[in-house]
């Protein structure tokens, strides 16, 4: 029996038109859910929130199929603080203002470049012809707009790649004015950088960009240790249920007693709050109905066997959702069942020959990177052969070469680079 969620117009006008506005919401892990809800409830004077109860059993040692692996960075011993912090979206949020967005285009410029910059602090470059067409502007408006984002926090954000990253990072320190084209230089020229170390003020110059951070959101990442779950599986007597994290939920609580409820300030603040109310109840009912759906497909996993292929567009169209709006939903959440704590994202893949999902050969693909030789790094092709070996299938070098991007990780002439910076 097949577990199907259907949706009526009213609901879905209604999911569009409250969580749209709601989005830090959604896109929060339950662990900053509270912190999420703080701007709207320092915005309505009727808006109290109560944190849910903390119970030791909802903490749990994150256990993902992917393992960590070193970062992409001669940073990479910064380790990722986010206890107590505002998320990315948040903190950006903030400083969408004048004089750096001086007029409502370039804030909702702004806003949208935002709503498309990776948990790293990386803007998706495919995004900005879509945000032209969508706010019906040049596409080089937004290009301006998005360089301003070199004078946000935390420096580097918004920035396409690592290297223009380093260069939002650089023109915010205080280099020497004699030591500053030579560092940008080693910037420019990151790939062939040990071509330089002949230069006077080489180990100078590799001093100002060790203390540059990648990711530039590193602080903003997630914790790595712990997580809380906002999905629970549980198996009993033959079935499985589904169960959220209902304790771990904040309250938010409505108080109107002694206002006058007709006037217009204090009619729209409680409709505010209402809408603040209903978000949080979509997020947890789209949750839900996003644990309910793996659990169909992925009935094997839980019974003990390997994830299949399962794309995040199925899952869009089986609850009448945005391919967009689900992403966002699963993004930094995480489900615990007999089999220990994994990311939602985990259960997403593209179909393979012989339904081998590729988490399996990412994952392999990571473990094969993390143990490599550091003196001479594996090419995609030598990948790509160790791959096919281990899973028995034919691939082309060019998906190799993607997944490896996917993670962020360089090429093999790169990875001998940081591997030597960072000796």
């Not at 408006?141 to 223009?164: S, T």
């Not at 790094?377 to 996917?406: A, C, G, H, N």
Request: aromatic share 10%; charged share 30%; with cysteine.
């Amino acid at each position: 029996m097949k577990l199907r969620v259907s949706n009526t117009q009213t609901t879905k006008q209604k999911f569009s038109s409250t969580l749209r506005g709601w989005l830090p919401i959604l896109q929060a892990n339950l662990d900053g859910l509270v912190e999420s809800l703080k701007p709207f409830v320092e915005e309505n004077p009727f808006i109290c929130v109560t944190p849910g109860s903390e119970r030791e059993d909802k903490k749990f040692e994150k256990k993902n199929f992917f393992s960590t692996l070193s970062k992409n960075s001669v940073t990479s011993t910064i380790e990722a603080l986010t206890l107590d912090k505002k998320s990315l979206f948040q903190t950006l949020h903030e400083q969408v203002n004048p004089p750096l967005f001086p007029t409502i285009k370039s804030q909702n410029i702004a806003y949208e470049i935002i709503e498309n910059i990776n948990s790293e602090g990386y803007f998706e470059t495919e995004a900005l012809p879509l945000i032209a067409g969508k706010l019906g502007v040049e596409a080089n408006e937004v290009e301006k707009i998005r360089q301003r984002f070199a004078y946000l926090e935390p420096i580097g954000v918004g920035a396409i790649d690592l290297k223009e990253a380093f260069l939002f990072q650089l023109g915010d320190m205080d280099v020497e004015e004699s030591l500053y084209p030579l560092v940008e230089n080693l910037v420019l020229h990151f790939e062939s950088i040990e071509m330089y170390n002949k230069e006077p003020r080489f180990l100078e110059a590799l001093g100002v960009i060790k203390k540059f951070r990648n990711p530039p959101a590193v602080d903003f990442l997630e914790d790595k240790k712990e997580v809380i779950p906002d999905i629970f599986v549980y198996q009993k007597e033959g079935s499985i249920e589904v169960h959220l994290n209902d304790e771990y939920y904040p309250e938010i609580i409505i108080d109107t007693e002694g206002v006058d409820e007709s006037h217009a300030f204090v009619a729209q603040k409680i409709k505010d709050a209402k809408d603040l109310v209903d978000a949080l109840e979509m997020r947890k009912a789209t949750l839900y109905k996003i644990g309910l759906m793996i659990v169909e497909y992925q009935y094997d996993f839980f019974m003990g066997k390997s994830i299949k292929p399962m794309k995040l567009k199925d899952l869009a169209d089986d609850l009448g959702r945005n391919p967009s709006t689900i992403s966002r939903a699963i993004a930094n959440k995480y489900l615990s069942c007999s089999r220990g704590v994994i990311a939602l994202k985990q259960f997403f893949a593209a179909a393979l020959e012989e339904e081998i999902s590729n988490s399996a050969i990412k994952e392999y693909m990571l473990e094969l990177v993390k143990k490599e030789n550091r003196l001479k790094p594996m090419s995609d092709l030598k990948l790509l052969e160790l791959i096919e070996q281990k899973f028995e299938i034919k691939m082309v070098r060019r998906t190799i070469t993607k997944y490896r991007q996917q993670f962020n990780i360089a090429s093999s002439s790169e990875r001998k680079k940081l591997y030597t910076l960072s000796a």
